[in-house]
C-alpha cells in the first residue's frame, strides 16, 4: 500500500469514527421542523419526495400550497389516490397575476385553516407549508401566528416549510434549515419549464 493510500485510508477511518460518534450522541426522538429555502430549484421537490417517503411508510401527511395550487403538479396528481395524503390548495394563483391584495390575503387565510387544523392534529405525521415565505413576505399571514401554530404542533409531527426568503424566525426555530442556491437555470437561457422535469 502506497503512503498516499495509507493516509487516505486513516482519513476514512477517522472520518467514520466521527460519524459513529454523532449517531451514538443523537438520543432525541422527535418531530422536526424543515425549512427549505434560497433562490435555487428544488425546494418544492424535496418537500415532494419528503412526502412520498412518508406516505411509503404508510404515515398521514398533509401538504398545504400557497401559491402554485393552480399549476399542474406531478407529484399531486401521482399520490392523490393516496388516502393518507390531503391536500389543500391556495387556488388563486401568483400574487403578482391577481393584483388584487384584498382576495389574496382571504385565500391565504382560508387555506390557512386547513394548515391550523393539520399542525394541531397528531394523527399528521408530516405537515408541508409550501411557499409558505411569500404568505408571510407579502404580509398575507403573521409570523407570530405561523410561529406559534409549529410550536405547538404534536410533538411526534414533522414540519417543512419551503419558498425563498424564509422568515429568520423560522430559521432560528428550525431544526434542519437547506437552502438551494441558484448556480445555473435552464429558464435563464430562454427554456422553458418542462412537464415531468418541473413539474
Known sequence: MTDRQQRHQ??????KAHVDD???AADQQRGLLLVFTGNG?????AAWGTVTRALGYGYRVGVVQF???LWECGERERLADDANLEVSIMATGFTWETQNRESDTAACQAVWQDAARLLADPEVYLVVLDEI???LKFGYLDIDTVRQAIAARPPEQSVIVTGRNAHRELIEMADTVSEMQDVKHAFDAG???RRGIDY
Open 10 to 15: 486513516r482519513a476514512m477511518q477517522k472520518l
Open 22 to 24: 454523532k449517531i451514538a
Open 41 to 45: 430549484k428544488g425546494k418544492t421537490t
Open 67 to 69: 401559491i402554485k395550487g
Open 133 to 135: 415565505t411569500y404568505m
Open 191 to 193: 427554456i422553458q419549464a
